[in-house]
């Protein structure tokens, strides 16, 4: 089976750096995933990882060890706006292309 | 280029109603997803279709959900006999091809309320 955790709740101040992580465990890994959802809106597409390391993207980066089952995604000088849920998901190998989402980090920015 | 289109946003039915749910994927997509997504928790795979066809149906309830994609038109999710635990918002995705590399593109959902 398929099991992602991530933490329920996380709060920081604008313009600081927050680092959101996801811990995977799956049956053939190929690929993971990290979506930002703000209240009452769709999910959106931030970042991929199939390889070890680092993507960086902007003020958004995502890190992957596979071998440690592990990812995180950093923010990095947080704005009001960045206040949302962010998804981990996860895509394995005999999944025929569907995403097995956690049940996301929600992000309160404060000034 | 629209992005994927979902209606009806918000829905409100009686227990024992149907549910139809519509979705139209990106210009060019001919993959699409349901997921659920139940008040503070995850999205929740229930179907993967392609054209005229179902291919992972594992998410499904086995009873009053029913998922298809003609070959002209919308992909809908029907919901027979909605019960409240069915209240939830109810995100569509599509793909262009059913690779393992592209990422989902979401609609913006919709809501269903069962009073």
């Known amino acids: 089976g398929q099991n992602i955790d991530q933490p329920t709740e996380m709060t920081a101040t604008e313009g600081a750096i927050v680092q959101i992580n996801c811990t995977y465990q799956?049956?053939?890994?190929?690929?993971l995933f990290w979506y930002q959802q703000h209240a009452g809106e769709a999910p959106t597409f931030l970042s991929y990882?199939?390889?070890?390391g680092l993507e960086e993207k902007g003020r958004f980066s995502s890190f992957l060890s596979r071998s440690k089952g592990y990812s995180y995604l950093l923010l990095k000088e947080l704005q009001m706006k960045d206040s949302a849920s962010y998804l981990c998901?996860?895509?394995?190998?005999?999944?025929?292309?569907?995403?097995?989402f956690g049940k996301g980090t929600k992000l309160s920015v404060k000034p | 280029n629209a992005g994927v289109m979902q209606n009806p946003r918000h829905l409100v039915r009686r227990r024992g109603q149907e549910a139809r749910l519509r979705c139209s994927p990106m210009?060019?997509?001919?993959?699409v997803y349901w997921y659920r997504q139940l008040p503070e928790e995850g999205l929740k795979f229930m179907v993967y279709?392609?054209?005229?066809?179902?291919?992972?149906e594992s998410g499904m309830p086995k009873e009053r959900f029913s998922a298809e994609f003609p070959k002209e038109g919308p992909s809908i999710l029907r919901i027979q006999q909605v019960v409240r635990g069915d209240s939830a918002a109810y995100f569509c995705?599509?793909?262009?091809?059913?690779?393992?590399?592209?990422?989902?593109?979401f609609g913006e959902g919709s809501r269903l309320t069962v009073l």
């Open positions: 990882n199939v390889l070890d």
């Open positions: 995705a599509s793909s262009p091809v059913g690779t393992n590399t592209g990422e989902l593109f």
């Open positions: 210009k060019g997509h001919s993959h």
């Open positions: 998901a996860v895509r394995s190998r005999g999944s025929q292309g569907n995403l097995i």
């Open positions: 799956t049956s053939g890994f190929n690929g």
């Open positions: 279709l392609q054209k005229e066809n179902i291919i992972d």
